[in-house]
Every structure is written in C-alpha cells, then in structure tokens.
C-alpha cells in the first residue's frame, strides 16, 4: 500500500472512531435525558455496581447529593444505608442470571429519613449500534416508594380488625339479648 493509500486508510479509521464516539455521547445524553424525565428515583450502575448516574427525584427522596452518589458503590450510599441484604442479593444472585427483574419488594430502615418500603426494578441495558458496542452495559435500577400506600393499607388492616372485633361484640350483645327476650316470651306462655 502506498503513502497516499495508507493516510486515506488512517483518515478512515478516525472517522470511523469519531462516529463511534458521537453516537456513544449521544446514547449516553439520551439514556440520561430519559433517565431525568422519570418520576421515580432511578439509578444507572455500571456493571460493578457504581452509580453513574441518579435523577433528581432520588438525590429528593433519600436526601443525597450528587457528590456523594455518582461513582459511589450502591452499598456505599449514605454511608452504607443501601447495603440492604435483599438488595445485595437482588443484584449480584437473581440480576447477573436474568436480564431484569421486576416488582421486588424491600423495606428497610434509613437512618435520615426512616422507614422506607419500596418496589424495585432492575434491567441490565446493552448501549449497541448494529454489532458495535457503544456503551459498557449498564443497569436501571429504578425505586418506588409505596410507603404511603402501606401506612394506609397498615391503617386500613386496623381499621378493619377493629371493626370486626366491635362487630363481634355487638353481634355477641345481641345474641344475650335474644336469648333473654325468647326467655321471657318462654315464661310469658308458661304462665298464659
């Protein structure tokens, strides 16, 4: 191959690379614009479990900031209030088998903001163009927080259990009450 021929091959190479590296910036800004669009708190680990990346509704719920989240192992935040042993197992036994899951139930305990419960989704993403990889894979980890919705469920289950216990009461007065009034409709044709 000649000069001419090999600084065409070199100029090609380039422009093959400075295509690749566009189209990972601009799948790395959308996964991230999609990522800060989403109501609930999400994360994007990286395949050791490093936060990239979390949106504003996460650093809001469990009151972090963006220093002390973004490149921080999960079981590192808030000076390792996410090493959660459901989370843990949830992340390096059920998701490396699968490609997601889906609907997992945590509680835990907070030490700044309490008692939390939440449903948890995960889903490992391959960032490719056609057979070229733009982006090392990365998980979605995205949290919602049902503790409302299970204090008033955990109300609702009192409410309910109160309830039947005044209706037991009630039910069991009456029934005292029926068994004097046949008593004394008994004695009443006795002595007619």
């Known amino acids: 191959m000649d ?23 601009e799948s790395w800004n959308y996964i991230k614009t999609v990522v800060d669009i989403i109501r609930e708190p999400i994360l994007v680990l990286d395949s050791g479990l ?17 220093k002390e989240t973004e ?12 090493d959660i042993p459901a989370l843990r197992k949830l992340l390096e036994n059920i998701l490396p088998k699968n490609i997601f899951f889906k609907d997992f139930e945590v509680s835990h305990e907070f030490p700044f903001i309490g008692h939390k419960s939440m449903i948890l ?40 259990k109160e309830l039947a216990a005044k209706s ?9 009450h029926i068994e004097k009034l046949e008593s004394k409709i008994k004695l009443n044709k006795s002595h007619a």
């Open 121 to 160: 989704n995960a889903r490992h993403i391959y960032p490719n163009y056609g057979d070229h990889v733009l982006l090392p894979p990365i998980i979605l980890l995205a949290i919602e927080d049902i503790s409302p919705m299970m204090a008033i469920a955990q109300t609702l289950a009192l409410h309910v």
């Open 50 to 66: 490093h936060v990239m990346v979390a949106n504003e509704p996460f650093y809001r719920m469990f009151q972090v900031d963006l």
């Open 71 to 82: 490149g921080t192992l999960i079981y590192e935040l808030g000076n390792g209030q996410w």
């Open 3 to 25: 000069l001419i021929g090999k600084k065409i091959e070199k100029r090609n190479l380039h422009k093959k690379e400075d295509v690749r590296k566009k189209r990972a910036e």
């Open 168 to 176: 037991a009461l009630r039910t069991h007065a009456l029934e005292l």
